[in-house]
């Protein structure tokens, strides 16, 4: 089967980092994508990693390793808005996206 | 200038009863998804539209319908609502179904089925 492993919450303190990991386990892989849902709204793209490495957009950052089925996603100096779930999505061979259940970034000041 | 709309926002509604979900973009994208949300937040994939044409149907009871009357308007039809049911459903377009397409979502519709 397909699957897609994160942790369930994490908490952090405004102005520090944090990195939340997303390890997958899916038929082929044509990109992994990380989204931002804040409670009540509907998902925003943050990221897309198809190759090896890190990429990086301003306070966030994305890294993918194919060979290990890995990736994490990067906050830096942390908002009160940054207080959010971040989903990870791995496309899989028939280009379908498979989601994991996201974890819930608590931000505290 | 919406890029992906849905109506209505807020459907309560009771069991038994049938309702539709509306879903327009004016990106201009090819492929329209409908995705299904519970409570514990894990994001469902129910359908998606390549072109008006049909191109994932998962594993979804027969009461649930998509239409496609073009490629911007992708309608959800649900029969004999049940329980279950509730939901947040959203609609996503993108350009199309390549890897790196992202996929762009609507503000979602609230379902509660009494």
């Known amino acids: 089967g397909q699957n897609i492993d994160q942790p369930t919450e994490m908490t952090a303190t405004e102005g520090a980092i944090v990195q939340i990991n997303c390890t997958y386990q899916?038929?082929?892989?044509?990109?992994l994508f990380w989204y931002q849902q804040h409670a009540g709204e509907a998902p925003t793209f943050l990221s897309y990693?198809?190759l090896d490495g890190l990429e990086e957009k301003g306070r966030f950052s994305s890294f993918l390793s194919r060979s290990k089925g890995y990736s994490y996603l990067l906050l830096k100096e942390l908002q009160m808005k940054d207080s959010a779930s971040y989903l990870c999505?791995?496309?899989?061979?028939?280009?379908?996206?498979?989601w994991g259940a996201g974890t819930k970034l608590i931000i505290k000041p | 200038d919406t890029a992906v709309s849905q109506t209505p926002k807020y459907l309560v509604t009771q069991m038994g009863n049938d309702k539709s979900i509306k879903c327009e973009q004016n990106?201009?994208?090819?492929?329209m998804y409908w995705y299904k949300q519970d409570s514990k937040k894990f994001l469902k994939i129910m359908f998606s539209?390549?072109?008006?044409?049909?191109?994932i149907n998962e594993t979804v009871p027969n009461r649930f319908s998509p239409k496609s009357p073009d490629k911007a308007h992708l309608n959800l039809h649900i029969n004999s609502l049940e329980l279950g049911d509730s939901a947040v459903y959203f609609c996503?377009?993108?350009?199309?179904?390549?890897?790196?397409?992202?996929?762009?979502f609507g503000p979602g519709t609230r379902l509660l089925v009494l």
């Open positions: 996503a377009s993108s350009l199309g179904t390549g890897g790196s397409e992202t996929q762009y």
């Open positions: 990106l201009g994208h090819d492929t």
């Open positions: 539209y390549n072109n008006k044409e049909l191109i």
């Open positions: 899916t038929s082929g892989f044509n990109g």
């Open positions: 990693n198809v």
């Open positions: 999505a791995v496309k899989d061979s028939n280009y379908q996206l498979i």
